[in-house]
């Protein structure tokens, strides 16, 4: 089946620096990608929608300053969190629909920790 | 507004038993109902999946349930096995355009040895 991969799979960084997740689609080129944050023991947040050549579409509610998503090619989309504070601590998933299109795959993750 | 409802919450079931989760949608154009598998620390891996055509399907010992006029579908896993302690999302979406489904709140299933 298609996989996506995600990198790096747990970061830590100091508050106030940006960390960047790269999500890439490794045997099938992807249009489309979405960032999902989730919190412990809920449910995933769509954050934004990653559409490649174009302006990512954002959920009501995420900054989309502080969240930039660059979706520079078919098979990689990166979100990067600029000036990163504690309460941005989660886990970031990456996804993409597959080549029927319902069938979406998702990375494996990225717990990101702010001290 | 939640627009699939989850239940429940958390489940403990004993090995060989039966794991029953339940969803329930309100947007009639919904119309592909996947239910995702997340185990701690990694991403969620598609389980099973189903459209409104057929009332059931069953992978192994997965089974979903859909009942289109009730707007509900469920997920059995018959013979429990400790393996399969995780968390549980089902999802729906309509195929139309840009499939961008919505989640459940998600079930934790327990199953003890």
């Known amino acids: 089946g298609a996989v996506v991969s995600q990198h790096p799979s747990w970061v830590i960084c100091k508050s106030g620096t940006s960390v960047k997740i790269e999500c890439r689609s490794l045997d099938f080129q992807a249009t489309t990608m979405f960032w999902y944050r989730q919190f412990p023991k809920q449910s995933l947040m769509l954050m934004a929608t990653s559409n490649e050549g174009s302006k990512a579409t954002y959920e009501q509610g995420v900054e989309k300053d502080k969240f930039l998503i660059n979706h520079a090619s078919l098979t990689l989309s990166t979100l990067t969190v600029t000036s990163a504070h504690p309460e941005d601590s989660s886990f970031y998933i990456c996804?993409?629909?597959?080549?029927?299109?319902?069938?979406?795959?998702f990375g494996e993750g990225s717990w990101l920790t702010v001290v | 507004q939640q627009q699939v409802k989850q239940s429940p919450q958390s489940l403990i079931v004993q090995k060989g038993g039966i794991s029953i989760i339940n969803c329930a949608y309100e947007?009639?154009?919904?119309?592909?109902f996947p239910w995702y598998q997340q185990f701690p620390g990694k991403g969620p891996a598609l389980l099973i999946a189903?459209?409104?055509?057929?009332s059931e399907k069953k992978e192994g010992r997965f089974t979903i349930s859909f009942n289109k006029s009730a707007k509900q579908f469920s997920l059995h896993i018959m013979d429990s096995q400790p393996g399969d302690s995780a968390t549980y999302f089902c999802?729906?979406?309509?195929?139309?355009?840009?499939?961008?489904?919505?989640f459940g709140r998600g079930t934790s299933l327990i199953v003890h040895p």
């Open positions: 996804s993409a629909p597959g080549l029927t299109g319902n069938t979406i795959y």
């Open positions: 947007n009639t154009a919904f119309d592909y």
């Open positions: 189903i459209r409104p055509d057929v």
């Open positions: 999802a729906a979406g309509a195929s139309g355009g840009s499939y961008i489904p919505t």
